[in-house]
C-alpha cells in the first residue's frame, strides 16, 4: 500500500511523551544539537520508536522539538531504505514545543532492509535545519493469520460441522482468508482421508483470499478432516483449524414409493399393527378413512354426523375411539364388527370457555387421555382422562400445561403405548409439555426440554423419546437437541419422524428425505422419492409421514393431501 494514501495523524506530544524525550536524549539519543545560524530555525532533537527494530504494519513514533522566533512553517519527513516515501506536514508557524506524528510502516517495506528516517523543517523564510535518526532494521517475526472455513447452507462460514454434511455430488464451499504483515505468498486447505486433497493458490500481497468449491464424489464417503493453511514470504506457515473442523459425506440414492390416492389432508391417524391397516382422520369428509397398508386399497370409511377432531384405537384394536365435539362425547366404533356400530360415550368436564374434545392417545393401562380445547384465548388448557375398563372419567389437573386452550394440544403415545407425550402453547412461540407414564398412571412435566407446539411429533416404540419437528426430546423432557440436517426447514408442518428403535430420525427433504442418527445427529442418507414426472411442485413434498412398527415402512402423504405414500427407508 503507498503510503501517501495512508491517514497521518498529527498530536501534540503530552507531558509523557516530553518526559520520555527528555530521558532519550539524556541518555545520548538522537544527534547533537546544533548551533543555529541566524533566521535557520532549530531542530532541537528527533527520535523515532521503536528505535532499534520494527516490523512491517508496526506503527512509527516521530518525535521531535522545534524553536524558531518567526515560526516554523512545515515539515517534511523523508523514508529511505526498506521503503522510499516522502511526507509533508503543515506546522501552523509554531515558534516552540515538542511534537510527534505516528506512521504506520507500510506492508511493502522490505524485511532484512534498514529504514533511515530524516526529518527537515522550514520556517517562514524557507529556511531549513534537518536531522537523520539513526537506521532502524525492518524485521518479520510474524507468522500469517488465518480465518474461514466450510461454508453452510446459508452461504456463511459454518459453526459446526452438522451444517456442512454433503451427499454425494452435492457441493462443498470453502472460504479461506489470509492476512500477513508483509506478504502472503501461498495459501490453501488440505483435508484429510478419505477425502485426500489438498489445493492452494500463489498470492503477493499482505491480504489473501481462496474460495474453492468442490464437487463431493462418492469416492469421499464418510467424514474427513478440514485444515486451512497460509505461508508468507518469510517462509512462516500459519495451519488453522476451522470450527466446522470436519465434514461428512454421506450417499445418495433414488426410491419408487407406491401411492394411493388421498381424498383430502389428514389431521390425525391411528395405525392398527395387526391387521395393517392405517385409519386417516378426514374432517372435511366427516369421515375416518381406512386403509389396507399392504394392499394399497380402502375399505369402506367411516362417516360421522360432525367432523371427529381426534382417533386412536383401543388396546385390542377392536374399537376406533372418535373424538366428536359438537356431542362433546367420546365416539366408539366397533371396526371388528360388521358394519362397524357407533356409540357414544358423553364426556363430563368443565364446558365453561366452550371447551370441546380435540385429541385422544389411548394408553397402555387402559385409559384414554383426551385434550379439550376452547373458543376462548384466556383459557387454559385441559385434559381429562376415560377408563375403557371401569368407564369412570375425571379431569387431570394434577400439573397443568400452560398456554392457551384455543390452541390444540399435541398428543403423541410410542407404539407400546406406555408413555403419551402432551404439548401445548402457541404455534410460533413455544410452549410446555408433559409426559403420561401408564406404569405409575402419572404426568410428568418438561425439566429442560425445548418443545414446539406447532410442529408434529412422533415417538419410538417404548418411549425412549421423541422427534417434535427438528429436535429429539429425551423420554422424560429433561433436554432436547437439534438433530435435523442442515436444509431441514422448521415450517408449521415440519415433516418428521422417529424410528421404532429409536436409532433413526427421518426428515423431509425436497422431494424426499434424509435419514440421521439419533445419538450424534449424523447423516446416513438422503433418498429422493421417484414417482411421476410431474412430482416436481413444492406441494408434492411429504406434508407429514410416519415410521410404522417394525421399522420396515415409512407411510406419509403429500402437501396437497391428493396422494398416499408407502416407502421402504433401507
Given at each position: 500500500m503507498n503510503l501517501v494514501t495512508l491517514v497521518l495523524r498529527r498530536q501534540r506530544i503530552a507531558a509523557a511523551a516530553a518526559a520520555l524525550l527528555a530521558l532519550a536524549f539524556a541518555a545520548g539519543c538522537g544527534d547533537s544539537s546544533p548551533t543555529q545560524p541566524e533566521d535557520v530555525p532549530l531542530l532541537e532533537s528527533l527520535q523515532v520508536m521503536p528505535g532499534d527494530s520494527a516490523q512491517p504494519g508496526d506503527e512509527l513514533w516521530i518525535l521531535y522539538s522545534v524553536f524558531d522566533t518567526a515560526g516554523v512553517t512545515r515539515s517534511v519527513l523523508s523514508f529511505s531504505g526498506a521503503f522510499t516515501q516522502e511526507i509533508e506536514t503543515n506546522e501552523h508557524g509554531v515558534r516552540t514545543g515538542n511534537l510527534?506524528?505516528?506512521?504506520?510502516?507500510?506492508?511493502?517495506?522490505?524485511?532484512?532492509?534498514?529504514?533511515?528516517?530524516?526529518?527537515?523543517?522550514?520556517?517562514?523564510?524557507?529556511?531549513?535545519?534537518?536531522?537523520?535518526?539513526p537506521p532502524i532494521a525492518i524485521v518479520d517475526d510474524v507468522a500469517p493469520r488465518v480465518t474461514g472455513g466450510p461454508l453452510a447452507l446459508s452461504g456463511y462460514v459454518a459453526g459446526t460441522a452438522p451444517?456442512?454434511?454433503?451427499?454425494?455430488?452435492?457441493?462443498?464451499?470453502?472460504?479461506?482468508?489470509?492476512?500477513?504483515n508483509h506478504q502472503i505468498t501461498w495459501m490453501g486447505y488440505r483435508l484429510g482421508p478419505p477425502a485426500n486433497v489438498a489445493d492452494s493458490i500463489a498470492v503477493n500481497s499482505a491480504n489473501g483470499a481462496f474460495d474453492p468449491r468442490l464437487v463431493v464424489p462418492a469416492a469421499w464417503l464418510g467424514t474427513s478432516s478440514i485444515t486451512l493453511f497460509a505461508r508468507d514470504a518469510g517462509g512462516r506457515l500459519t495451519e488453522m483449524v476451522p470450527s466446522a473442523d470436519h465434514f461428512q459425506v454421506y450417499p445418495v440414492r433414488s426410491a419408487t414409493p407406491r401411492t394411493a390416492s388421498l381424498a383430502e389432508?389428514?389431521?390425525?391417524?391411528?395405525?392398527?399393527?395387526?391387521?395393517?391397516?392405517?385409519?386417516?382422520?378426514?374432517?372435511?369428509?366427516?369421515?375416518?378413512?381406512?386403509?389396507?397398508?399392504?394392499?394399497?386399497?380402502?375399505d369402506t370409511p367411516i362417516v360421522f354426523d360432525e367432523a371427529p377432531a381426534g382417533i386412536d384405537l383401543s388396546l385390542s384394536a377392536d374399537s376406533l375411539l372418535v373424538t366428536l365435539p359438537e356431542a362433546r362425547a367420546l365416539g366408539v366404533v366397533a371396526v371388528a364388527q360388521t358394519g362397524r356400530p357407533v356409540s357414544q360415550i358423553p364426556l363430563v368436564y368443565d364446558t365453561t370457555h366452550a371447551r370441546k374434545p380435540d385429541r385422544v392417545r389411548v394408553a397402555a393401562n387402559g385409559k384414554a387421555i383426551v385434550s379439550l380445547r376452547a373458543g376462548d384465548v384466556?383459557?387454559?388448557?385441559?385434559?381429562?382422562?376415560?377408563?375403557?375398563?371401569?368407564?369412570?372419567?375425571?379431569?387431570?389437573?394434577?400439573?397443568?400445561?400452560?398456554?392457551?386452550a384455543a390452541a390444540p394440544t399435541l398428543l403423541v403415545h410410542s407404539w407400546d403405548r406406555t408413555q403419551i407425550l402432551a404439548i401445548n402453547g402457541s404455534p410460533c412461540c413455544g410452549g410446555s409439555g408433559m409426559v403420561y407414564v401408564s406404569a405409575r398412571d402419572v404426568f410428568t412435566r418438561s425439566a429442560g426440554a425445548e418443545v414446539a407446539p406447532g410442529l408434529p411429533a412422533t415417538a419410538d416404540s417404548v418411549g425412549r423419546g421423541y422427534v417434535n419437528g427438528g429436535s429429539y426430546l429425551t423420554a422424560d423432557l429433561t433436554s432436547s437437541r437439534?438433530?435435523?440436517?442442515?436444509?431441514?426447514?422448521?415450517?408449521?408442518?415440519?415433516?418428521?419422524?422417529?424410528?421404532?428403535?429409536?436409532?433413526?430420525?427421518?426428515?423431509?427433504?425436497?422431494?424426499?428425505?434424509?435419514?440421521?442418527?439419533?445419538?450424534?445427529?449424523?447423516?446416513?442418507?438422503?433418498?429422493?422419492?421417484?414417482?411421476?414426472?410431474?412430482?416436481?411442485?413444492?406441494?408434492?413434498?411429504l406434508y407429514r409421514f410416519i415410521a410404522l412398527p417394525g421399522g420396515d415402512r415409512l407411510v406419509g402423504w403429500t402437501w396437497n393431501g391428493d396422494k398416499l405414500l408407502v416407502i421402504s427407508p433401507r
Open positions: 510527534g506524528i505516528r506512521v504506520p510502516i507500510p506492508h511493502e517495506a522490505q524485511p532484512g532492509a534498514a529504514l533511515t528516517v530524516k526529518l527537515t523543517i522550514y520556517n517562514a523564510k524557507s529556511h531549513s535545519a534537518s536531522r537523520t535518526a451444517e456442512v454434511a454433503k451427499g454425494v455430488g452435492e457441493t462443498l464451499g470453502l472460504e479461506i482468508r489470509a492476512t500477513d389432508l389428514p389431521t390425525d391417524y391411528a395405525y392398527d399393527a395387526r391387521r395393517d391397516l392405517l385409519y386417516l382422520l378426514l374432517p372435511n369428509a366427516r369421515s375416518v378413512a381406512v386403509f389396507s397398508v399392504g394392499t394399497l386399497t380402502y384466556t383459557a387454559g388448557p385441559r385434559l381429562i382422562e376415560y377408563d375403557l375398563g371401569t368407564g369412570l372419567q375425571h379431569p387431570r389437573t394434577e400439573l397443568g400445561l400452560d398456554g392457551s437439534w438433530i435435523a440436517p442442515p436444509d431441514f426447514h422448521a415450517y408449521y408442518y415440519s415433516p418428521s419422524a422417529l424410528s421404532p428403535d429409536g436409532a433413526h430420525a427421518y426428515f423431509v427433504s425436497g422431494l424426499g428425505y434424509k435419514t440421521v442418527n439419533v445419538a450424534d445427529g449424523s447423516m446416513v442418507e438422503a433418498v429422493t422419492l421417484s414417482t411421476t414426472s410431474s412430482d416436481t411442485s413444492p406441494m408434492e413434498q
